[in-house]
C-alpha cells in the first residue's frame, strides 16, 4: 500500500506556493527573452521522442521544486511498489499491474498472492498469436467453413476504447479483416452495423472484465439473435470468442471454454488494450503489429522506471500539469494531435485519466484540501484550429495542450505532411508569443487592431515523434499512463479504482425497473418529473 501524505503539507508545496507568487505574472516570451538557450534546456530526447516544455510558465527553479515535491511525496518508491505488484490499488485490494502485460525481458518474477504472473501472460500471449494467424490464414474459419471477413467487437470503456483508438490510429497497417466496434447500448446503431454485414462470415468478440456490464451483455444477446434468426439451427460455437475474469459466466454464455481468454484483476478495464482485451488490434494489424506495440510500451515503461526524474517523460509532463492544476487554478487540458489517425486519442484518455484520478478522497478517506484530476479534452489538429483554437489564442481562459505531432508521415510521397506540421509548429509559436494588432486605416484603425491582438503567454508542451509505427504508438499511451500514475501518487489518491462509474450502473438497473412497469418511485422531483414524462410518451408498448 501507498503512504498517505497530503502534499498540500510538504516543504515543496509550501516552497512552491512562495514561487508561484512570483511566478504568477511572469511572461513567457520575457523568460524565453532572458534565455537564448530556453529551448535547448527544457527538452527531453528518448528513443524517437522529442518532448519540448520550455513553453511551459516555469523556470528551471519551478522543475527543481516539482522535483522536490515528486520526491517528498516519496514518487520513487510508490513506482517500485507498483512494478513490484504490490497492492497499490487499496480499496480493491488488487495490484496494478498492466506493465507486466507487456513486459519483454523474459526475467520479470513479478508475484500476485505468491504466485508469479507472467507465465500466464506469456500463455495468453502465445493463444492470441495462435488465434489471430488462424484466423487470418483462413485455419479457423465460420461454422460453414468459410473465412471470417469482419469482426464486431462488443465491450465499453476500456474494453472498447484503447483498442478502437489503436485500430484506428493504425489504419496504415491494417489488413483486409472489417472491423466494427459496439459499446453503446443503443439499438438504433447496432442495427445500421449488423445490417451491412454478413451473419456468416461475422466473428464476435465479447470483452468484459466482469461479464456483467449490462450494455456490453444485452448488446452481445441481440448479436447472438442476430446469428441465429440469419442462420438458423447450427453451431456457431466458432463464431464466439470471449475476453473475461468470469470465465464461467462467459460460458455460460454459450462460450466454448477454448475461445475465452483471460483478464486479471490486476489489470483495469482502461489499462487492459495490452491484454487479451486488445484481440482486435492484433486481428485487425496482424499479431506482429501487435507485439511490436507491446514493445513500444515496454520501452516506455523502462525509461519511466529508470530514468532520472529530471529527464523522464511521464514525470515531468505530470509535475507541468501539477503545477497548472494546483498552482495556477486551470482546469482542463487540451490534447491536439496532429495526425486524422490519432482522432480517436482524447476519448481514451479522458477515461484513463478521468476515470483515475477523478477523485475527492485522499488515500486516508479524507476529502482532499487541493485540486484532483484535470479534465481531458482535444481534437485533431488542423481541424481543431478551425474550430476551438478561436478560445485558446483570445479567450479568457488558459488551457495548456500538448501538441503531438510526428517528423515522418508513413507515406514517403505525402506532400501534405509539410503542411500539416507547419500548422503544428505555427500554432504553439503563436500562443506563446502573441502578436500586436495590425493597424488598417481602410478598416477602423486603432479600433479594429484592438480585436486582431493576441496576449499569448498560453502554455504547451510539444511532443514530436519520427513516425506513426505500432511500436511509437505503444510508447505514447505508455507514456500517459503513466503520467497519470504520477499524478495520482503526487495528489495522494487511488487511482486505480472506478466507485464513481459503478454507481452509475446501479442507479441506471433501478430506473429501468421503473420504466418497465411503469411504477415510478420517489425521486427527485426533476428525475421524477422527466421519467413520468417518459414514460408516457414513448410509443413503444
Ligand atoms: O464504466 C465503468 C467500467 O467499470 C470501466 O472501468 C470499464 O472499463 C468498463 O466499465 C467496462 O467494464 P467491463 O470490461 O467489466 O465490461
Known amino acids: 500500500m501507498l503512504e498517505s501524505i497530503n502534499p498540500s503539507g510538504t516543504f515543496a508545496w509550501k516552497k512552491l506556493r512562495a514561487h508561484f507568487a512570483q511566478m504568477e505574472f511572469v511572461q513567457m516570451q520575457d523568460l524565453f527573452a532572458k534565455d537564448k538557450d530556453r529551448a535547448n534546456k527544457m527538452n527531453i530526447q528518448w528513443n524517437d521522442f522529442l518532448l519540448d516544455y520550455s513553453k511551459n510558465k516555469v523556470t528551471e527553479e519551478t522543475m527543481t521544486l516539482l522535483l522536490e515535491l515528486a520526491n517528498e511525496l516519496k514518487l520513487k518508491e510508490a513506482i517500485q511498489a507498483m512494478y513490484k505488484g504490490h497492492i497499490i490499488n487499496a480499496t480493491e485490494k488488487r495490484a496494478v499491474l498492466h506493465t507486466a502485460l507487456r513486459d519483454c525481458s523474459n526475467s520479470s518474477t513479478v508475484e500476485v498472492d505468491g504466485e508469479t504472473v507472467m507465465p500466464d501472460i506469456l500463455d495468453t500471449r502465445e493463444r492470441i498469436k495462435k488465434f489471430t494467424n488462424r484466423v487470418l ?65 461475422t466473428l464476435v468478440l465479447i470483452v468484459s472484465k466482469t461479464f456483467t456490464t449490462q450494455e456490453t ?194 507515406f514517403k510521397e505525402s506532400t501534405n505532411h509539410d503542411i500539416l506540421m507547419s500548422n503544428f509548429f505555427g500554432q504553439s509559436e503563436a500562443l506563446l508569443n502573441g502578436k500586436v494588432g495590425e ?58 479504482d472506478q466507485f464513481g462509474v459503478e454507481y452509475g450502473k446501479i442507479l441506471a438497473k433501478n430506473i429501468q425497473n421503473e420504466i418497465k412497469t411503469k411504477i415510478i418511485c420517489e425521486h427527485d422531483s426533476s428525475t421524477e418529473f422527466l421519467l413520468r414524462y417518459f414514460v408516457k410518451n414513448r410509443m413503444v408498448e
Open 137 to 201: 490464414n483462413g485455419e479457423y474459419v465460420s461454422y460453414s467453413g468459410k473465412k471470417f471477413t469482419d469482426v464486431i467487437n462488443i465491450g465499453i470503456g476500456g474494453s472498447d476504447l484503447g483498442p478502437k483508438m489503436v485500430v484506428h490510429a493504425l489504419a496504415n497497417y491494417r489488413n483486409e479483416l472489417g472491423m466494427h466496434y459496439i459499446s453503446n447500448v443503443d439499438d438504433d446503431y447496432l442495427q445500421s452495423v449488423l445490417k451491412k454485414l454478413n451473419p456468416e462470415t
Open 439 to 496: 493597424e488598417y486605416e481602410s478598416d477602423g484603425g486603432s479600433f479594429l487592431s484592438n480585436f486582431r491582438e493576441f496576449c499569448g503567454n498560453k502554455p504547451s508542451n510539444t511532443i514530436l515523434i519520427q513516425k506513426l509505427t505500432p511500436k511509437s504508438l505503444g510508447e505514447l499511451i505508455a507514456l500517459y499512463e503513466h503520467k497519470t500514475f504520477v499524478q495520482g501518487v503526487i495528489w495522494n489518491i487511488f487511482s486505480f
Open 217 to 410: 451483455i444485452e448488446n452481445a444477446k441481440k448479436v447472438k439473435q442476430w446469428l441465429q434468426v440469419n442462420l438458423g439451427n447450427v453451431d456457431l460455437s466458432n463464431h464466439y470468442v470471449g475476453v473475461s475474469t468470469a470465465i464461467e459466466e462467459a460460458m455460460n454464455f454459450g462460450l466454448k471454454r477454448e475461445n475465452i481468454y483471460p483478464m486479471w484483476d490486476f489489470v483495469g478495464g482502461r489499462f487492459s488494450l495490452w491484454s487479451a482485451v486488445g484481440i482486435s488490434i492484433a486481428l485487425a494489424v496482424g499479431f506482429d503489429n501487435f507485439e511490436e506495440l507491446l514493445e513500444g510500451a515496454y520501452a516506455m515503461d523502462s525509461h519511466f522506471k529508470e530514468t532520472d526524474f529530471k529527464d523522464n517523460l511521464p514525470v515531468v509532463l505530470a509535475l507541468l500539469s501539477v503545477w497548472y492544476n494546483n498552482f495556477y487554478g486551470y482546469e482542463t487540458e487540451a490534447v491536439v494531435p496532429y495526425s486524422q489517425l490519432l482522432g480517436k486519442l482524447p476519448a481514451h484518455l479522458q477515461q484513463m485519466i478521468m476515470e483515475s484520478n477523478g477523485k475527492n478522497k485522499d488515500r486516508s478517506g479524507n476529502p482532499v484540501n487541493y485540486q484532483t484530476g484535470t479534465l481531458i479534452w482535444g481534437e485533431v489538429g488542423v481541424s481543431a484550429q478551425h474550430a476551438f483554437f478561436q478560445l485558446f489564442h483570445q479567450g479568457t481562459k488558459v488551457i495548456p495542450i500538448d501538441f503531438i505531432g510526428f517528423v515522418n508521415p508513413h
